[in-house]
């Protein structure tokens, strides 16, 4: 099976910067994604990683860990519409894709 | 192109009843997923479809959670008797392979609604 941990909330300022963690544990390691989920709506696609380093789309970038079973996103110069919840997804060798429990943050003004 | 189409979008029925989701996923598309979502227990993978062909339904709850997909373009979640306890939402999701070019990130469907009285 997979775990996969990350902290229920971050609150920061805009303008800033804030660091989503994510650990995990799977059998079988087949990518890392990252999606953003605002109130009331589906999941959207951020980030992926499948080998390790920093992936830079924009203000938002996704750095991994294979070996540490580490992941983490960066989201640069907050804004108002980047409150939501961040989802760390891990997808194992059958393509299965758990998700984590998500990670509110609140952009505050 | 359009994405993913559920329906019905929200549904209010009563324990006992059944209830029936429906799911078109992109064309083209392999995989498919269904998701439930919940405040408490956030997003499970319910089962997962390869080319129509179930794959892993361990995260089916119970004996009154059925999915099938009958076709390319068409899936279905049954619950039958229906219990206030399943009231959540329910996404659908649909990717490409690996094999097939891309990252094979999941593509979401606006998800049904289900309240169970």
């Known amino acids: 099976g997979q775990n996969i941990d990350q902290p229920t909330e971050m609150t920061a300022t805009e303008g800033a910067i804030v660091q989503i963690n994510c650990t995990y544990q799977t059998s079988g390691f087949n990518g890392l994604f990252w999606y953003q989920q605002h109130a009331g709506e589906a999941p959207t696609f951020l980030s992926y990683?499948?080998?390790?380093g920093l992936e830079e789309k924009g203000r938002f970038s996704s750095f991994l860990s294979r070996s540490k079973g580490y992941s983490y996103l960066l989201l640069k110069e907050l804004q108002m519409k980047d409150s939501a919840s961040y989802l760390c997804?891990?997808?194992?060798?059958?393509?299965?894709?758990?998700f984590g429990a998500g990670t509110t943050v609140t952009v505050r003004a | 192109d359009a994405g993913v189409i559920q329906s019905p979008r929200h549904e209010v029925t009563e324990m006992g009843q059944e209830v029936t989701l429906r799911c078109k996923p992109i064309?083209?598309?392999?995989?498919l997923f269904w998701y439930r979502q919940t405040m408490m227990r956030g997003l499970e993978l319910l089962i997962y479809f390869n080319n129509n062909v179930p794959i892993d339904d361990s995260g089916m709850p119970e004996d009154r959670f059925s999915a099938k997909m009958p076709n390319a373009s068409f899936s279905t979640l049954k619950i039958q008797p229906s219990e206030p306890r399943d009231s959540a939402v329910y996404f659908c999701?649909?990717?490409?392979?690996?094999?097939?070019?891309?990252?094979?990130?999941?593509?979401f469907g606006e998800g049904s609604r289900l309240t169970v009285l």
């Open positions: 999701a649909s990717s490409l392979s690996l094999g097939q070019g891309g990252t094979g990130e999941l593509f």
């Open positions: 997804a891990v997808r194992d060798r059958d393509y299965k894709l758990s």
């Open positions: 990683n499948v080998l390790d």
């Open positions: 064309s083209g598309h392999d995989y």
